[in-house]
């Protein structure tokens, strides 16, 4: 079986990989939902996967705005989140929420832990071996309950979700910076104007981090006094392993 439609917004590449694993063989069509996104509805058996970053404990407003073009008819949905090693906080209940009102019925949901994309030395090399074969797990699990049931389940999370992140910088662009337009190309939200890709656009800027992973000349940074500061905060509360959280 191979008709899970999985739709992913992973500007770093974390969620990727927690989606491939979940998924496997039965992974049908890819939605990329750092690109836009064209209307569909899915048919009653079709399941869905979704896979959302979590930022400031909420999930990125743009990548809401394009789930919300896939609608589906009872068809039952997989809600996935997966965070840096702090909290989740609202953004499973909020996924499972956007695809309730959808038409989709969430029949599992989980909460996996990768590399901080801001932060990097927080959670270092997760998701790792146990989180990946923790996910095939989950993976197989659903398709075995698919056979039987298509129940919903209860997630944690606030229903008056926290308030959406304020991101306080854009990334700067150094004199390394070619020119070449990667990041323009590449950016989730536009923010990056291809005539002049050493300007970003912080009305558009999520800070998803993705401009800054991929320059090939690692011409895009945080300012590193930010940089420091966050992670410093980040250590005091994030350092402790946190473990993945199924919902089945
Ligand atoms: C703007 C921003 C906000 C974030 N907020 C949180 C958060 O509230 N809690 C947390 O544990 N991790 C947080 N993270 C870390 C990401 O959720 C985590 O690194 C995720 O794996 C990124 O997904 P990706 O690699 O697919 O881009 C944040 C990352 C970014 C870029």
Redesign the pocket.
């Known amino acids: 079986m191979n008709n899970w439609v999985t739709a ?9 990989k927690i989606a491939a694993a979940i998924a496997g063989a039965r992974m049908g069509a890819r939605v990329d939902l750092t690109a836009p996104v064209t209307a569909r509805h899915l048919a009653p058996g079709t399941p869905l996967l979704v896979v959302m ?6 999930l990125p407003a743009i990548a809401v705005q394009r789930l919300r073009e896939i609608r589906g008819n009872d068809s039952p949905a997989i809600a996935v989140v ?8 609202d ?1 499973l209940l909020e996924l499972r929420d956007v695809l309730t009102a959808n038409g989709f019925k969430v029949v599992a949901a989980a909460a996996f ?6 932060a990097r030395s927080i ?1 270092p090399g997760r998701p790792d071996a146990t989180d990946m074969e923790l996910a095939v797990e989950f993976g197989a699990a659903v398709e075995a309950k698919l056979q039987v049931c298509t129940d919903t389940v209860a997630v944690p999370g606030n229903p008056e979700y926290r308030p959406l ?1 304020q ?1 306080p910088v854009t990334p700067h662009v150094t004199e390394a910076c070619g020119g070449c337009g990667m990041c323009a190309l590449k950016c989730p939200t536009g923010a990056i104007p291809s005539t002049n890709p050493r300007t970003t656009d912080a009305g558009k800027c ?5 401009c800054i992973a991929i320059c090939p000349r690692q011409a895009r940074i945080l300012p590193p006094p930010v940089l420091a500061g966050f992670t410093a905060r980040l250590n005091a509360i ?1 350092a402790e392993p946190r473990q993945p959280e199924l919902y089945l």
């Open positions: 992913v917004f992973s500007p770093t590449g974390g969620c990727s970053p979590v930022y400031g404990g909420r997966v965070y840096g090693n702090r909290a989740y906080d953004a832990i990768a590399e901080h994309s801001i959670a992140p991101m999520i800070l998803c981090m993705r994030a």
